[in-house]
């Protein structure tokens, strides 16, 4: 009987989900420590330099082509209502996609400026030429997310991820410096055209319109919040670190923190990109609906937590044996910050069912609440050095996400039809 159980879980359509998108993620993995040798070996500090103020100033300007926000509403909408928000949502895409790619090349010189360096201006203009390829596919990407053929996804990232190591490697090898990281992120978003295009029949009417434009920002814009605010807290820690205690202990307290979150963080991403149209697709059936959600928290629970202890208890004996005994003074804070992986998947979790049930000004209200509670309590901490701010990181999550994921399923799952639980509110 267990065993049935068993193979009944693993069998669906969820768990299949992540196996296609955990997979993509450890392909990525595999595929990017090569080349990060590579780099390490072939690229100089000043180099690494001119990447970073590249490549920050194109992911924060990414949040605003609102993808992931535009994504999410094709994904919840109602079959009725679903051609014309797409088609909405193309025009609407290609509005802040161009105007993104402007914003960005201007924004190339007062950034050049800031850091009185030149030799970044066209990199970040080049960078921009993403923004012009994000329309052609962006709907039908996410239109197959809503299908559940989240393998198609997976794929993409891949195949990818695949090409742009093979690329930058060789363009290393020929001394391109940061255009060797650069050009590749270009030259491999085609990816996502053909792939995503095979893969769906949807095409854009060429009359144009934005019918509903006001319904679809509306939900985007929160989500466009709740990323701003998770890109802050992701990098809050590393300001105050750096600022307050040198480069030293930023340096010893990055490697912690990503050596002990990256496994962790890519099952956690696996499970999460695959809980949001799981649960679309039931939207109008209440008790499926709940059913699904309480049984993805017992998977996650079952694969996450289990992860997660064993990578901290094992953090003693694969630290110094993979990454060199210098890093062993490094391990205490690995291990608080792996353990505060956690209760992070539950929290999102909770997010994307308040998302799914059009409630995602309240995501952001509590992202907003959560990111405030935290950036006191490290202010607080950093004086007392690094392992009280990795401790903090993991208190902060213990105790808010715990909360917020209770509230929140209180809050949507109501003994009601999903449609009272949206106009009720």
């Keep these: 009987m267990l065993i049935n159980q068993l193979k009944q879980k693993l069998s669906g359509q969820f768990l299949r989900n992540v196996g296609w998108l955990g997979g993509a993620e450890l392909a990525n993995r595999i595929f990017r420590l090569g080349t990060t040798v590579t780099l390490a070996r072939l690229l100089n500090a000043y180099d690494y330099g001119l990447v970073a103020i590249v490549m920050t100033t ?119 410096g940061i255009w060797a990281i650069v050009l590749p992120i270009v030259l491999t978003t085609p990816v996502w055209i053909v792939i995503n295009y095979m893969n769906h029949s949807w095409r854009p009417k060429m009359s144009f319109s934005l019918n509903q434009w006001q319904e679809i920002i509306k939900f985007a814009k929160n989500i466009l919040g709740v990323e701003l605010l998770n890109k802050l807290r992701a990098n809050f820690d590393y300001l105050l670190v750096g600022r307050f205690l040198g480069v030293d202990a930023l340096g010893v307290y990055y490697f912690a923190f990503n050596a002990g979150l990256g496994i962790s963080m890519n099952v956690i991403n696996a499970l999460t990109w695959s809980l949001y149209p799981h649960l679309c697709a039931v939207r109008e059936n209440f008790k499926l609906f709940k059913q699904r959600y309480f049984s993805s928290l017992k998977t996650i629970c079952l694969i996450v937590v289990p992860l997660v202890l064993l990578q901290s208890s094992l953090a003693p004996f694969y630290v110094p044996i993979i990454f060199g005994h210098k890093w062993v003074t490094a391990i205490p804070i690995l291990i608080l910050i792996c353990l505060s992986a956690a209760p992070r998947p539950f929290g999102d979790a909770a997010s994307m069912l308040l998302n799914s049930v059009d409630k995602s000004h309240i995501n952001l209200y509590w992202n907003l609440i959560f990111t405030v509670f935290f950036a006191i309590s490290l202010l607080l901490a950093v004086k007392w050095g690094i392992f009280w701010v990795a401790a903090t990181v993991l208190i902060t999550h213990v105790i808010a996400i715990p909360i917020f994921t209770v509230w929140a399923s209180n809050y949507a799952l109501q003994n009601k039809p999903i449609k009272e639980v949206i106009g009720n509110y």
């Design 58 to 176: 194109y992911e924060f300007t990414t949040v605003f082509t609102l993808r992931a926000g535009i994504g999410s509403k094709i994904i919840q909408t109602e079959e009725k209502n679903l051609n014309l928000i797409c088609e909405t949502s193309y025009w609407l895409n290609w509005i802040l996609s161009i105007a993104l790619f402007l914003i960005q090349c201007i924004l190339a010189f007062p950034v050049a400026w800031f850091y009185g360096n030149d030799q970044v201006i066209l990199p970040i203009c080049v960078m921009a030429l993403v923004y012009l390829m994000l329309p052609i596919f962006s709907v039908q990407s996410a239109l197959i997310q809503r299908e559940n053929r989240l393998k198609i996804t997976a794929i993409c990232n891949a195949v990818q991820s695949l090409l742009s190591n093979i690329i930058t490697i060789v363009l290393a090898l020929l001394g391109m």
